[in-house]
């Protein structure tokens, strides 16, 4: 194992190309991050077609410190503006900006700083501790449990990514569907093509990605005629100076703060489409629920800067634990990250890390690798952003358009992809306009082969379609997606009604019947904790209630 | 543009749309071999689809009648609203339908430096910085992929004959 580990920092830390592109990587990932109207996940699409020509360490090892880099570029604008980067720095704005305007921007830039490098090297931590633990469950899977498993990361997708549920199923049946045109993977027969023999290879995955994704962003971007003519931000800020070793010290006081922010990020990225956005503002929550001093939050509270951004670099580690163990991605940036390995034709599962040892340990000594990068580059990139706010997005717009055709066409060197981009572009665009929500969509095109496949498997091996409930993974995976497809309403009920307190002690209670199936000590220990602990909150709610 | 009546507009194209799809997958060929066929699963998919857009199809006719609209025309769009994105489509079905001839070099100047005019407007000034950052951004991107990654960017007819 050691020289494996080692064989792969050789690959990542000693190589100056690598090094080098991720670099370059982080660079463009923390101005990506910080400028609002970008995001991580789009720049990680727009970093993809360089990676072709690459080999797959190098081409991940980029995509990585892009990804590291956009987590923690987000909080460039927001402090120093108020206007966060991206969703996953909006609850580092709360107290940032605030501590920014009391005099000390430079404590505010290298609280976040510090705190994002020690939440992502927590989360790194777990990463590589976690994922080949979890590799090991994955093995256990069959395909009814893998097709559970993806139907359940579709439903959680689309519960948490909107306030219209119907919209978003829509939204993650028409990504399926996309991934049904072309020719099937079982018999090779050609589906949807009406006579083309471009259609009948399917639509690649990067020009449906980049189309739905960057294209159909950057139209929104320059719908507004006055807002697309004039700088990307209105407001400017001066270079400063940051405050590394007071920041530290405070960073490594806090520390039970920084650990439960970490945890929470972890397990936010784990949940399949729970990114970064959600956890810094549950993260944020828990710290001002445990903090002595909670009227200081709002006003520049450290750790109302600590909590944020080390949940947001954590929930990457987190994410990144359930692609490569079980190859479903945790959200839309590692969706990609997903796809960048097809095109190297790397498929992950639970059997990658043992498969391929050297790649997979690559991408986690990047991970660590890219943090350190974000730390040594951020004074330089704040510098580079504060130029190209001044850029108008019309600019931008135009020049990233026709350098996603270049990116697109350079995947199969065929005009038929740069069509596909622009079809999908158009579609991702009034999906935008009209209130459906992108993200199901892309998942959808991401797992519906993997769907496919693994239900295709599943009925090729046994006609008992009873192995989809009565086999405890399946089982489990199912009950989540129904869980999950009720959490809206749940978030949704009053809190004193009835459906309200015993939402939560009945799912624990639900979710211990697969548990119990599994049979094996441990697992029907969890089970009983869930089952008593969830038949406790039920007699307890129940008779609260009754007494009212 | 988020309202009842855009949602009964798509419920009823998504509808049709499922109708003509799952009339297409009659046409999918049956090798005959044992376990799932190759249409079973877009089926299923397109029925979950068509069965979606009905539910959104009635909810929003029903929020719709409830709502007790003044303007009842279903159809009217303001297309001004849209005049950026509809050149940007514009410029590029230009761009792809021209990029046999023009090449992406020369077809990707001309997409930036339209696009880039048509946004930002027409002055002298304006139209020379449009067309240095257009000869700029698309050579630097041109050169980074054909010398720097080795990709075989389209020539075009013109840069051939010359």
Request: charge should be neutral.
């Amino acid at each position: 194992m050691l020289d494996v580990i080692l064989q792969a920092g050789a690959s990542v830390l000693l190589d100056p190309l690598t090094l080098g592109l991720m670099g370059i990587g982080t660079l463009a990932g923390l101005l990506a991050g910080a400028i609002p109207g970008f995001t991580i996940a789009m720049g990680v699409i727009l970093t993809l077609p360089f990676t072709f020509g690459m080999s797959p360490i190098q081409g991940l090892a980029t995509m990585m410190g892009v990804f590291v880099g956009g987590l923690s570029g987000g909080l460039m604008s927001g402090m120093l503006t108020g206007i966060p980067g991206t969703p996953s720095s909006v609850a580092t704005t709360f107290d940032g900006f605030p501590m920014v305007r009391s005099g000390k921007p430079g404590l505010a830039l290298g609280l976040g700083l510090w705190s994002s490098f020690f939440g992502g090297m927590i989360s790194a931590i777990i990463l590589v501790a976690l994922a080949p633990q979890l590799a090991f469950l994955g093995l256990e899977f069959g395909p009814w449990d893998y097709f559970a498993l993806i139907v359940f990361a579709l439903t959680i997708t689309v519960s948490l990514s909107g306030d219209n549920m119907i919209k978003g199923l829509i939204a993650g049946c028409l990504g399926l569907f996309a991934a049904c045109v072309g020719e099937d993977e079982i018999n090779g027969v050609a589906r949807f093509a009406f006579g083309s023999d471009h259609i009948r290879q399917g639509f690649a995955f990067l020009p449906v990605l980049i189309g739905l994704f960057a294209f159909s962003q950057l139209l929104s971007d320059v719908e507004d005629n006055v807002k697309a003519k004039s700088p990307l931000m209105a407001k400017t800020a001066d270079p400063v100076r940051v405050e590394h070793r007071k920041a530290i010290a405070l960073v490594i006081k806090n520390w039970i703060n920084l650990c439960r922010s970490s945890f929470i990020g972890i397990f936010t990225g784990i949940l399949p489409a729970a990114g970064g956005s959600i956890s810094n503002i549950l993260a944020y929550d828990q710290a001002k629920k445990a903090a002595k001093n909670r009227d200081e939050f709002g006003k520049g509270a450290v750790d109302g800067i600590i909590a944020p951004e080390s949940a947001n670099n954590a929930t990457a580690g987190g994410a990144l634990i359930m692609m490569m163990a079980l190859g479903i991605p945790g959200d839309i940036v590692t969706a990609v990250m997903l796809g960048a390995l097809m095109i190297h034709n790397i498929i992950p599962g639970p059997s990658f890390i043992q498969d391929e040892p050297l790649l997979a340990y690559g991408v986690f000594i990047a991970f660590f690798a890219a943090h350190f990068f974000m730390v040594g580059l951020q004074a330089f990139s704040l510098r580079l952003f504060l130029l190209v706010t001044r850029i108008p997005m019309y600019v931008l717009a135009s020049v990233i358009l026709a350098y996603c055709a270049i990116g697109v066409f350079a995947l199969h060197n065929i005009t038929f992809d740069i069509w596909v981009m622009f079809g999908f572009g158009v579609i991702g665009y009034f999906m935008r306009k009209l209130g459906f929500p992108l993200a199901p969509m892309i998942l959808g095109v991401v797992l519906g082969k993997l769907a496919e496949l693994n239900i295709a498997r599943a009925i090729g091996t046994s006609d008992d379609y009873f192995l989809f409930i009565t086999r405890p993974w399946s089982l489990f995976f199912i009950l989540m997606a129904i869980v999950s497809v009720i959490f809206p309403f749940y978030q949704n009920a009053n809190k004193d009604s009835l459906f309200s307190k015993l939402y939560v002690p009945i799912c624990m209670m639900v979710l211990s019947l697969p548990l119990f199936l599994m049979g094996s000590p441990v697992r029907m220990m969890i089970a009983a904790i869930l089952l008593l602990s969830g038949g406790y909150f039920v007699y307890k709610r129940t008779t609260r209630l009754q007494s009212t | 543009m988020t309202n009842n009546k855009s949602d009964i507009i798509i419920a009823v194209f998504l509808l049709c749309f499922c109708g003509i799809m799952i009339n297409d997958a009659s046409n999918i060929r049956d090798l005959g071999f044992e376990g799932m066929k190759a249409d079973a699963w877009p089926r299923v998919v397109l029925w979950m689809l068509a069965v979606m857009s009905s539910v959104m199809l009635g909810k929003s006719y029903i929020q719709f009648k409830t709502d007790g609209h003044k303007d009842n025309n279903i159809f009217k769009v303001n297309f001004l609203k849209f005049k950026n994105a509809l050149i940007c489509f514009g410029m590029f079905i230009f761009f792809l339908s021209t990029l046999d001839y023009l090449g992406m070099l020369l077809g990707g100047i001309v997409f930036v430096f339209g696009l880039l005019t048509f946004l930002g407007g027409f002055s002298i000034n304006l139209i020379i910085k449009h067309l240095m950052i257009s000869i700029l951004s698309i050579g630097f991107m041109w050169m980074v992929f054909t010398f720097g990654l080795r990709v075989m960017l389209p020539e075009g007819e013109i840069l051939r004959v010359w």
